[in-house]
Nanobody
Framework: QVQLVESGGGLVQPGGSLRLSCAVS????????MGWYRQAPGKQRELVAT???????NYADSVKGRFTISKDNAKNTVYLQMVSLKPEDTAVYYC??????????????WGQGTQVTVSS
């Protein structure tokens, strides 16, 4: 069983910073990509940022220049450094990982979500 455990969410003032972490554990053979998605109340879940096993990154236009995704392969952990936060960044942030399990079947896994609230 694969688990994604997120941490680092919370309440921050506009212009502030937060760092989200997501640790992957369990029976996963190899991880192809990891990423962060978010869902605001009444809206669909949207991509925030992704990073591949080869360290290629992709960002939503709304967070480019403010958010940075990175990973620690040894720890199977992905991070999202968020600066210059805006009220519109308020959402539940979900960690995502895609990879092959021990039976070599490609699967996508999700964390439970962590709340980020940007408000004065």
């Amino acid at each position: 069983q694969v688990q994604l455990v997120e941490s680092g969410g919370g309440l921050v003032q506009p212009g502030g910073s937060l760092r989200l972490s997501c640790a992957v554990s369990g029976s996963i053979f190899s991880i192809s990509s990891m990423g962060w998605y978010r869902q605001a109340p009444g809206k669909q879940r949207e991509l925030v940022a992704t990073i591949t096993s080869g360290d290629s990154t992709n960002y939503a236009d709304s967070v480019k220049g403010r958010f940075t995704i990175s990973k620690d392969n040894a720890k199977n952990t992905v991070y999202l450094q968020m600066v210059s936060l805006k009220p519109e960044d308020t959402a539940v942030y979900y960690c995502n990982a895609g990879g092959f399990d021990t039976t070599m079947v490609y699967r996508t896994y999700w964390g439970q979500g962590t709340q980020v609230t940007v408000s004065s």
